[in-house]
């Protein structure tokens, strides 16, 4: 197994088939640690909590620039209600 297939194995591929760069990567990383820490330290200090939502809506704002792929559940979503 190669680095690459490494690599594509934990952070998938992107829209077009490609597998995200390293740089993508850890952006996807980045915003999964700052949900996590979000999420665990909740009955914090309200100064953490201002750091940590500060760090968790900059990832989300590096996530948003990332070439997602298609949901695969909107293929089973298009029928139509009679």
């Not at 980045?30 to 500060?54: K, M, N, V």
Request: with cysteine; hydrophobic share 50%; charged share 25%.
């Amino acid at each position: 197994m190669s680095k690459q297939d490494i690599i594509t194995a934990i952070f998938g591929k992107t829209e077009s088939g490609e597998p995200y760069t390293l740089k993508q990567g850890l952006v996807f990383v980045w915003f999964a640690f700052s949900l996590s820490a979000l999420c665990i330290l909740a009955e914090g200090p309200y100064w953490l909590l201002a750091i940590l939502f500060a760090n968790f809506w900059a990832s989300a704002r590096a996530l948003e620039k990332l070439p997602l792929p298609a949901d695969p559940e909107d293929k089973f979503n298009d029928d139509e209600d009679d």
